[in-house]
């Protein structure tokens, strides 16, 4: 089992920054890879952005170039910078951790709010 809790939301203008933390514990030798996931209101969720266990990235089109996502393994944390915030990029955003296909784990959440 792996257990995840994000923080680090709230409420920014458009324009402005958050950092978003995700903190791992229980089996995290089993996790292959970390996602952000977000899901707006009336919205299905959407992958935003990806780190492998070989720290690799991937992200969402239309957050490239101003989130980022970033692990310190010490903590076993991973991160998400998110930098010129728009409002469309309101959303709950959800830690996600792959462990296999059949094992799939999800924090509980963080609101991110941007204001026009």
């Known amino acids: 089992q792996v257990q995840l809790v994000e923080s680090g939301g709230g409420l920014v203008q458009a324009g402005g920054s958050l950092r978003l933390s995700c903190a791992a514990s229980?089996?995290?030798?089993?996790?292959?890879?970390m996602d952000w996931y977000r899901q707006a209101p009336g919205k299905q969720r959407e992958l935003v952005a990806t780190?492998?266990?070989?720290?690799?990235?991937n992200y969402k089109d239309s957050v490239k170039g101003r989130f980022a996502i970033s692990r310190d393994n010490a903590k076993n944390t991973v991160y998400l910078q998110m930098n010129s915030l728009k409002p469309e990029d309101t959303a709950v955003y959800y830690c996600?951790?792959?462990?296999?296909?059949?094992?799939?784990?999800w924090g509980q959440g963080t609101q991110v709010t941007v204001s026009s």
């Open positions: 996600h951790a792959f462990a296999g296909p059949t094992r799939h784990y």
């Open positions: 780190i492998t266990s070989g720290g690799s990235t």
């Open positions: 229980g089996s995290i030798f089993s996790i292959n890879a």
